[in-house]
């Protein structure tokens, strides 16, 4: 499967972003389809992510409550909203998909995921 992010930009601390994340290839309702990001000269870091059975889903503590993954299973797309954005978000955000059988507690592990976009550049403003 092939993904392709979109949606990032330059916005003020307090605002909003939607990222889009469309899959070719393959139907994101058969995979467990995560965003990770990473700013400069930092690790990898789990944002949130969505199981591909029964859609449940599972966010980081530092945008828990202000970021939210969705699925659109007929554009094939998912969604990662952001709200209340900070400063510290600033990083390129990458969306990933990993097959089937992916258990809840493994949905952070940046290694279970086998296919990665090329990542849409959020800058956050103070």
């Known amino acids: 499967v092939q993904l392709q992010a979109s949606g990032g930009g330059l916005v003020q601390a307090g605002g909003s972003l939607r990222l889009s994340c469309v899959a070719s290839?393959?139907?994101?309702?058969?995979?467990?389809m995560g965003w990770f990001r990473q700013a400069p000269g930092t690790e990898r870091e789990f944002v949130a992510a969505m199981r591909w059975s029964g859609g449940a889903t599972r966010h980081a503590d530092s945008v828990r409550d202000r970021f939210t993954i969705s699925r659109d299973n007929a554009k094939n797309t998912v969604y990662l909203q952001m709200n209340s954005l900070k400063p510290e978000d600033t990083a390129v955000y990458h969306c990933?998909?990993?097959?089937?059988?992916?258990?809840?507690?493994?949905?952070?592990?940046?290694?279970?995921?086998?296919?990665w976009g090329q990542g849409t550049l959020v800058t956050v403003s103070s």
């Open positions: 990933a998909a990993a097959p089937r059988g992916l258990i809840f507690s493994s949905l952070s592990d940046y290694a279970r995921y086998t296919y």
């Open positions: 290839g393959g139907t994101v309702s058969s995979y467990s």
